[in-house]
């Protein structure tokens, strides 16, 4: 059985960044990312969302809200505080984008932050249900789950996720309603490829943050997790020139 996917803190500068993961995963998504910036000098705090990096795809549903990951999002702000960071910035890919934007929202003193592929304003996109089930499905073979015991937690999740996605729908809405309050600067980075959010959302995101300088990237070819995928290093560059201006 492979260890749980946890949360990971890498000290290093003075200048701190807090990266949330996506949807169904953990900071593994983030990790190559978060040792890029380590090298530039930055502190990097990745927290797990509660209910994820488990053996157990329930634990999502069963342990998780968008109101308890928000609670997660505010508890990552306070522990780098404690850790004594005055400049602290905060960036997600994909669902953790939404809960990056709500922080920039409701904590004006974070130096900035921003979005990768993030579903925050709602564009016709894919289906994150059948992502879902096969993620679920993967992680479920990955620690060696009996069959029927798999196929039973399968039909669990199949009749269930969708009352978590229009939870977290619902949020995305308010997150989008309120980006007009954002005015700390604000990267967004969208594969062109993307299967799981379409690509016009970001750009409506962009649009929407009339208050703030907003620094937008596009990926082409790229698909969704472009802190992993063939975007990787060009998003590191991007991302490493927007936070020195932020820090500066």
């Known amino acids: 059985m492979q260890a749980p ?3 990971f803190y890498f000290e290093h500068g003075p200048k701190a960044i807090i990266l ?3 949807f169904a995963s953990g900071p593994v998504d983030v990790r190559l990312l978060a040792r890029r910036l380590e090298r530039s000098n930055y502190s990097i705090y990745a927290p797990l969302l509660t209910g994820h990096g488990t053996p ?3 634990d999502i549903i069963l342990q998780g809200s968008p109101e ?8 990552a702000i306070q522990f780098m505080k404690h850790q004594g960071f005055e400049d602290i910035s905060i960036f997600g890919i994909s669902l953790g984008g939404i809960f990056s934007a709500r922080a920039l929202e409701l904590h004006p003193e974070l130096v900035g932050g921003g979005s990768f592929g993030s579903p925050i304003v709602r564009k016709r996109q894919f289906s994150v249900h059948n992502t879902f089930m096969q993620m679920a499905r993967a992680n479920y073979l990955r620690y060696k789950t009996d069959p029927k015991v798999m196929a039973d937690k399968l039909q669990w999740l199949d009749e269930h996720i969708d009352d978590l996605l229009k939870r977290i729908s619902d949020f995305s809405a308010v997150v989008a309603s309120n980006l007009p309050k954002i005015h700390q600067p604000y990267f967004i980075g969208q594969g062109m490829s993307d299967e799981i959010v379409n690509p016009e959302s970001s750009q409506l995101v962009r649009d929407q943050l009339v208050n703030s300088k907003v620094s937008y990237h596009e990926y082409p070819n790229a698909s969704h997790m472009i ?3 063939s975007a990787h290093q060009q998003l590191e560059i991007d991302l490493s020139n927007f936070l020195t201006k932020i820090y500066e």
């Open 5 to 7: 996917n946890k949360s």
């Open 68 to 75: 308890i990951w928000l609670e997660d999002t505010q508890q």
């Open 56 to 58: 157990d795809f329930k």
């Open 227 to 229: 802190t992993v995928n």
């Open 20 to 22: 949330m993961h996506a």
